[in-house]
Every structure is written in structure tokens, then in C-alpha cells.
């Protein structure tokens, strides 16, 4: 198992990498240090050099710090009820110069391993790191300490859960992410490939022209499905928010429970996502369809809050806060995000499901076009080999425009 120095966190502090440069540390190639996080100003100083990195990549829309940094506390979010994690920084000198997670997620080591995790299976994340030497020390610091909890085999990045950020980002660099998709340099793939990794499994999500009409096939499809008097397809009731969040998590964790990567939600975390997303949830933007008065599909869009963080660089203070509130308000002309969706399993590989998926999309489309005057919408993320979503987002004439890639790797 590979050694590495503790070192006091409390000491480490933030710098602006913005213009490239790297202190004389860095430059002299000093030793490169491993420091384990192990407390509240570690974890900060953690969130910091992440943000710190990102700042330097074109397109980067900086999130809200507090809401980051929440993420990594095992007291507030509720991923750690199933789960464990070691954050790592690498310094060389007094240089904070990458970072890296480790870790290991019970639920995840409960699932088939012919679905992707399964047992002895533990993941990195948060990946940031200056040289490539750098990045393999981190790696290699998430490795032993993953090894070292028994797992044999590793997956990432994944920060921190499948529902979070899953994969790295090896196309798609030329444009801003949506709503809770990573931004990541390209140069990173060549690390990780050269220290050992694989391709798992590759991510798309899909680019849709929402100010036009879709195909005259899809239209008689969503026109069939409104004459027939055993669907209804109706918007999420914000005033029954916990009902409806309860019927979508029932749907979800039916209609993803053969995925690849598939986790399920806990209630504590659907309790923490749903207060989270309230403020963006429009009812007229998110669908339940019902076949004979029953719930058996749902589908989720959320207006592009990206949008607006950008315009604050994620800062509510001074006046962020104001721009934001305008913003959840009205998000005219944001870009529209479809994160999920589900059919329940009994329906898969029907036509029925289909149908349901394209009255659904057609029916945010309009509202969000017609409401918000919003004309780009994104699908995702959709797994490479999900056959179904794939067509229907091929039908709907979507095109992929990010790719992000899980790798993989046998420890030992």
C-alpha cells in the first residue's frame, strides 16, 4: 500500500490558478504530498481548489460555494448514510497543486455486479490535479486507500454518487454544462487512460431544437395518445410536492433498476433533492402520465440555473441573491434540461412507453417555448447503450453534443 504524509489541512489555503501559473514549488518539481482531509477546514479547502481549478476552464459556470461544500459534509448530505469517503489533497511545498475523493458506497456494493458496481467495487472522484504526475499520486492515494477497505476494483470519477456528477467529460468542452453536469480539460482522459483506466461506460447527453415543432410521425404519435381516454398526462402538483415526489421516486427506482450504475434513491436523499430543487420545480415543466387513473411514467425538466449563475460568477453576495430570485421567478429564455425520466419496467419495450415519452416531451416543449420562450433544450444523461432513450432522442432529431466517460480499473 502506498505511504503517504499527514500533514495538518488546517494550514491549506486557496490560490487563484486563473492565469496558468504555478508557483516556484511547482516549477523546482517538488515532492508531491498526499494530505488526507480530515475535518471542516479541510473539506473547505477541498471545495476551494476545485473551484480554484475551475475557474481556468473556458465555459466553466462557477455553482453556489456553500451548496459545494455541503456536498462533502458527512453531516448534511444524506449520501453518507450509505456511504464512506476519503478526500485527499496534493500539495507540493506549501502549493495546494490537485485533489481527489475516495470512496465507497454500501448500496452501490449491494447491487449485481453484471449491472456495473456490485461487491468489492469503490469509486474516486473530484479529480483536479496540475501535471500529470500529480494526478497519478492522487489516483494512487484513492487506490490504496480503497484497497485498503477491501474493494478490488474502482470506478470514476463519480463525485459522489451516480446521481450527482457521474463521468468526465472527453467532448463537449466548446459550451457551457447544463444544470448538474461536470465541465472537465480534455487532457484529463489521457491521464487516467495512461494510468491504467478503461472505458466502463460512456454518457451522452443530447442537444434539441425546442422552437420547432417535432416530426409529422411524433405528432400523430402525441395526437393518438390525447384522443385516448385511458392517458392522461398532467403537470406536478407543487401544492402536493411530497405525494408527488414519493410517485416519481416509486416510477424511478422501478424503471431504473436494471440500468447499468443503477443506485437507488434512499428516502432521506429524496427528502434533501426534493427541498433542494423546489425552487426551480415549474409545475408546467415537469409531467406524471397516467394510464387508467394509475402513475406509470414521469418525466423532470429543470430550467437552466446555470443560466443565471454565470451572470453572479455563483456568488448570492452581495446582490447575487437579487439576480437569482428574479431569475427563479421567470428563467426567460433558459435553456431547458430533462435530467429524468421513467416508465414503470411492465410497460418497457412497448409502444405505450414510447408514446407516453413523446406526449410528455412535447408537452413540456410547448410550455417551455410558449411560456418561457426558451429554444434549446438538452436530454441526459443517457447511457451509450440505453436503446430505447437513444431512439426516441434520435426520433425527436436530438444530436449529442457531451460525451463523459466512467473508467474503470482491477486494483492489486
Not at 324 to 331: G, I, K
Not at 400 to 409: D, G, L, P, Q, S
Request: contains cysteine; glycine residues 8%; proline residues 5%.
Amino acid at each position: 500500500m502506498r505511504d503517504w504524509r499527514r500533514r495538518d489541512t488546517d494550514t491549506l489555503i486557496n490560490r487563484n490558478y486563473g492565469d496558468g501559473c504555478v508557483t516556484d514549488e511547482l516549477a523546482r518539481g517538488a515532492e508531491i504530498v498526499i494530505e488526507p482531509v480530515t475535518d471542516k477546514r479541510g473539506r473547505v479547502a477541498f471545495v476551494d481548489l476545485g473551484r480554484a481549478f475551475s475557474d481556468r476552464l473556458e465555459h466553466f459556470v462557477p455553482q453556489i460555494r456553500s451548496e459545494q461544500i455541503e456536498l462533502v459534509d458527512p453531516s448534511k448530505n444524506p449520501f453518507f448514510g450509505h456511504a464512506r469517503a476519503q478526500l485527499f489533497i496534493a500539495k507540493q511545498g506549501d502549493t495546494p497543486v490537485g485533489r481527489i475523493s475516495a470512496h465507497i458506497d454500501e448500496l452501490a456494493l449491494a447491487m449485481p455486479a453484471d449491472q456495473g458496481f456490485g461487491p468489492d467495487t469503490g469509486f474516486f472522484g473530484y479529480l483536479d490535479a496540475e501535471t500529470e504526475d500529480i494526478a497519478r499520486a492522487l489516483l494512487a492515494a484513492a487506490e490504496a486507500w480503497l484497497a485498503g477497505e477491501g474493494m478490488k476494483r474502482v470506478l470514476g470519477p463519480i463525485s459522489l454518487s451516480i446521481w450527482e456528477e457521474p463521468g468526465l467529460l472527453v467532448r463537449g468542452q466548446d459550451h457551457a454544462p447544463m444544470i448538474m453536469m461536470g465541465h472537465h480539460p480534455a487532457h484529463y482522459a489521457g491521464w487516467i487512460e495512461a494510468a491504467g483506466y478503461a472505458r466502463a461506460k460512456t454518457l451522452y447527453t443530447y442537444d434539441l431544437d425546442i422552437s420547432k415543432p417535432f416530426s409529422p410521425l411524433v405528432q400523430r404519435i402525441v395526437q393518438s395518445g390525447h384522443k385516448n381516454a385511458r392517458i392522461n398526462v398532467r403537470r406536478v402538483r407543487k401544492a402536493d410536492w411530497d405525494a408527488e415526489v414519493a410517485i416519481i421516486l416509486g416510477i424511478l427506482n422501478d424503471a431504473w433498476s436494471d440500468n447499468w450504475g443503477f443506485v437507488p434513491f434512499t428516502p432521506a436523499e429524496v427528502a434533501y433533492a426534493g427541498k433542494k430543487l423546489r425552487p426551480i420545480i415549474k409545475e408546467e415543466l415537469n409531467m406524471i402520465a397516467e394510464v387508467d387513473g394509475r402513475p406509470v411514467a414521469f418525466m423532470l425538466t429543470f430550467p437552466d440555473v446555470n443560466d443565471a449563475l454565470a451572470k453572479i460568477r455563483g456568488k448570492l453576495l452581495p446582490f447575487g441573491w437579487f439576480h437569482m430570485l428574479r431569475w427563479l421567478r421567470h428563467p426567460k429564455g433558459a435553456g431547458m434540461r430533462v435530467p429524468l425520466m421513467g416508465v414503470l419496467k411492465e410497460l418497457h419495450n412497448s409502444r405505450l412507453a414510447s408514446q407516453l415519452a413523446f406526449m410528455m416531451i412535447e408537452t413540456i416543449r410547448l410550455e417551455a417555448n410558449g411560456k418561457y420562450g426558451s429554444t434549446r433544450g438538452e436530454l441526459g444523461w443517457v447511457l451509450e447503450d440505453n436503446q430505447g432513450m437513444v431512439a426516441i432522442a434520435d426520433t425527436i432529431q436530438s444530436t449529442v453534443n457531451r460525451e463523459y466517460v466512467i473508467y474503470e480499473r482491477v486494483l492489486g
